[in-house]
C-alpha cells in the first residue's frame, strides 16, 4: 500500500496568513493526488485533483502543486471558514490511501 | 443540485449485519463511479470499496469477503451490505461519487455504524 504523510500535523495561523501543508508519497503518485477540507461533524469537501485542478466552486486562494511523491496544499490567505483538517488522498492504485490529516486552527 | 443522502446505519452487536443505502440526484447515476469511505472515531479518512460503471468491484482488505458493495441503477441508489461485523468496523460511513477519474466530487452527508455488545 502507499504510504501518504502529511506536515505538520498541526498548524496555528491567523485569518490573513499564507499556509502551505505538505504531502509526501511512499512511492510515486503520478499527479493522482487530491486534496480535501472537513469539518467538525460533516463530510470531507473535494478542494483539488489531479494535483493542482482546481474544483469547480473552490475559492481560488486555495490551490495544489507537485508530482510524483511530493506534494502541496497552499491557501493564500486565510479566511475564517478554512479552519478545518485538511488530507491529501492518491489515487493512483488501490487502496485509495490518505494522509493522516493536518488540523489548521485559529492562533 | 447532485445530492447523495445516506440511510441505514446504526447500532449492531459484533457479528451483526447492517446495510448502508446512499440515494442519488441531480446527475445520471448510471454514468458515474461510486465509493464508500468511512472514518472511525477521532481517526482519518479510509476508502472502503468502489464500484465503477461496468460493476468491476475494489474492496480494501479489511472488509474482502464481509461487505458487498453493489448498485441499483433503476433505483439510482447505491448500496453496501456490512456482514460480520466488527469493532474496528464502528465509523462513519460516507458514500462519494466518482466523475470517472478518481475525482471524488460529492459525498453524502455520512451515516454512523456503532458496533458494540
Known amino acids: 500500500d502507499i504510504q501518504m504523510t502529511q506536515s505538520p500535523s498541526s498548524l496555528s495561523a491567523s485569518v490573513g496568513d499564507r499556509v502551505t501543508i505538505t504531502c509526501r508519497a511512499s512511492q510515486a503518485v503520478s499527479n493522482y493526488l487530491a486534496w480535501f477540507q472537513q469539518k467538525p461533524g460533516k463530510a470531507p469537501k473535494s478542494l483539488i485533483y489531479?494535483?493542482?485542478t482546481l474544483q469547480s466552486g473552490v475559492p481560488s486562494r486555495f490551490s495544489g502543486s507537485g508530482s510524483g511523491k511530493d506534494f502541496t496544499l497552499t491557501i493564500s490567505s486565510l479566511q475564517p471558514e478554512d479552519f478545518a483538517t485538511y488530507y491529501c488522498?492518491?489515487?493512483?492504485?488501490?487502496?485509495?490511501?490518505f494522509g493522516q490529516g493536518t488540523r489548521l486552527e485559529i492562533k | 443540485e447532485v445530492q447523495l443522502v445516506q440511510s441505514g446505519g446504526g447500532l449492531v452487536t459484533p457479528g451483526g449485519s447492517l446495510r448502508l443505502s446512499c440515494a442519488a440526484s441531480g446527475f445520471t447515476f448510471s454514468s458515474y463511479s461510486m465509493n464508500w469511505f468511512r472514518q472511525a472515531p477521532g481517526k482519518g479518512l479510509e476508502w472502503v470499496a468502489s464500484?465503477?460503471?461496468?460493476?468491476?468491484?475494489v474492496y480494501v482488505d479489511s472488509v474482502k469477503g464481509r461487505f458487498t458493495i453493489s448498485r441499483d441503477n433503476a433505483k439510482n441508489s447505491l448500496y453496501l451490505q456490512m456482514n460480520s461485523l466488527r469493532v474496528e468496523d464502528m465509523a462513519v460511513y460516507y458514500c462519494?461519487?466518482?466523475?470517472?477519474?478518481?475525482?471524488?466530487?460529492?459525498w453524502g452527508q455520512g451515516t454512523v455504524v456503532t458496533v458494540s455488545s
Open positions: 488522498q492518491q489515487y493512483t492504485t488501490y487502496p485509495i490511501t
Open positions: 464500484i465503477t460503471i461496468s460493476s468491476y468491484i
Open positions: 462519494a461519487r466518482d466523475d470517472g477519474s478518481r475525482n471524488f466530487d460529492w
Open positions: 489531479a494535483a493542482s
